[in-house]
Every structure is written in C-alpha cells, then in structure tokens.
C-alpha cells in the first residue's frame, strides 16, 4: 500500500503562483485522502532548472507544507496559501498585510487612505469568495514577492461556483436581471465556436455594480473586484514600461488585464456609468476582443485572479507626485 507522488517541474519556464496553489491543493488533500484510505504516501520529484521559477516553486507554499523547506529567505515576502481561514476579515487583513510589506522592502507603504481604499475592494473580492463558493466551497490565497526581482504575484482562488453560475441565480434582484438580458440580447448574435453565452455573462459580471448582491439594501455590491485589479494595474508598474499582467479564470472563461482595456466612464442612458467591455471602443453592445476573453474549453469549478505587479520606487516616487498634483 505504498505510493509515490512525483512531481516533475524540471524543465519548466513559466509558471504562474494560481497554478502552484491549485497544484498543492491537489497534492495536500490527494496526499491526506490517501493516506484515510490505508496508503503510504512518499512525495519526490526535481525542482525546476530556471532560478526565477526555482525560486517561485521553492517559496509558493506547497514545499513547506511537504516538509520540504525549513527556512524562508529574507528576500521573500509571502502570503501562505495553506493557511486559508474562512473569515472575511481576517483574511483581507492578511492580504492587505502581504502587499504592504511588499511595499516597506522597497520605503513605501499604503497611507491610511490606501488602506481603507484596498481594505473596501479586498473585503468585497474575499468576502464574494465565501458567500458565491456554494455548498462546500473553498478559497485560498496566496502571495510570493522576490526582493531580488522586485516583482511579485498574489492569487486568490475560490473553488465552488463560477462567476456565471453565481449571477445566474434565483437570487439575484430583478434589476440586476432585466440589465444581464439587455446585454445579452445585444450579444447573442456574436456567439460562435469561440464565444458564448456564459463568456458574456462573465464579462458583465465585471461591469460596475453588477452583482448577484446588489440591491435596495447593499446598492454598492459590484464594485469591488474590478477596481482592485485596476488598481493593481496602475501601481504595479515601473519606468521601464514593464506592466503587470493579470488573469481572471471562471468557469470556462479566461479575462486577460494587460492595461489596453481599462474601465472608462460611459454615457448609457443618459448616466455615466463605469464601464470595461475588452473592445476597441468599450461599447458593451460590441463583441469582446477575443485576444482578452477567451474560451479554455474546459472548465475551473470556480474562480482565479491571479496578479503579477511590480514595486518599483522610481515609479511610485512619479505616480506619488502626480497624485499630489491632481489633488
């Protein structure tokens, strides 16, 4: 009753820290279900050759929790992915605490007003991980930042329903529902091998205050998840034109955020309205670029944001100036 578990990364060039977490998910739990069934597990394998990649897998959590790592190197700063507590608070905390100290290797760190800003979009995003998983859910997040590199990444993972499953539900409120139909009567005539119904209805689950949540009693829900990737987006960037690049994965859907397509407010009935629609003119009765939603033709039981930003102190020292200026 004895198995080996072999994990075989050697010659791997890319790899992402959402992509590790769900490896370990597998792993730990594989490991501990096993093992509740009479087997003997063993873990082995090689580390890969690339020393960036070397050193994302080696600090992402999963060795640690494999024994395998016994000490963090000071120029790490991570978020533990296997320490995932279900509660809101603590767990925005924790993220919040994460970037921050990302921040202060560098001379920085988020004022009093940066804190409350990210504490509203981090508590919504998490808080949605919770309340949208369904029966049995579960959710994870994970951050690594290399000093050497000054580059970091943060992964939140929600494993239950996807986005679309989330807003296409019975209790979503009835205006929430007529604004879905009215975009995706708009978009029906699109649909093809490579884009359908429930890539649309994820693209308008990122719209400004669309959310299965949102009503009479909680008129703000929505607002959250979009923002904080855009925020991401402006102050994960360096001098050097390097940009972060982000990813969101739900159910057979994968977004991709490099900065072309942004929220922008929009006239739409006569209100200015926030608006991200992954086109050219970022008109929601348009077809997304398919280069920025595409269809994995598979499907995640949930959803992945997964970050890689820079802290680089020349370009916060500019976009610190020219946020005073605007004031």
Known sequence: KDLTISILCQNTKDMDLAALIILGVLIVKGKRYLNNLGFKCQI?????????VKELFIFSGLPKH???LREISPQVEILDPFNTINDTNLETHNIINYYNNCLKRNGYQLNDK?????NRLINEIVDNAIIHNGYKGKFYCGGFYS?????????IISFGNSMYESLNSESTSDNI????KEYINNQKKFYDLTYNEEMSWTVFALQYKISRLNNDETPDRGTGTIQFIEAFMEMGQTLQNEKPMMSLV???THILFDGTYTLKE????NELVKVIAFNKDNNLKDKPDKNYVKDLNTKFPGVIINIEFYVDSAYLDRFKEE???ER
Not at 147 to 155: A, D, F, I, P, Y
Request: charged share 25%.
């Open 44 to 52: 082995n394998g090689d580390f890969p050759l690339d020393p960036n």
């Open 66 to 68: 494999l024994n395998l």
């Open 114 to 118: 940066g804190l409350i800003y990210f």
């Open 147 to 155: 000093h050497n590199l000054r580059k970091g990444q943060l992964s």
């Open 177 to 180: 529902k007529f604004k879905i």
């Open 250 to 252: 739900s159910g057979n």
């Open 266 to 269: 929009e006239k739409i009935n």
């Open 323 to 325: 946020d005073k200026n």
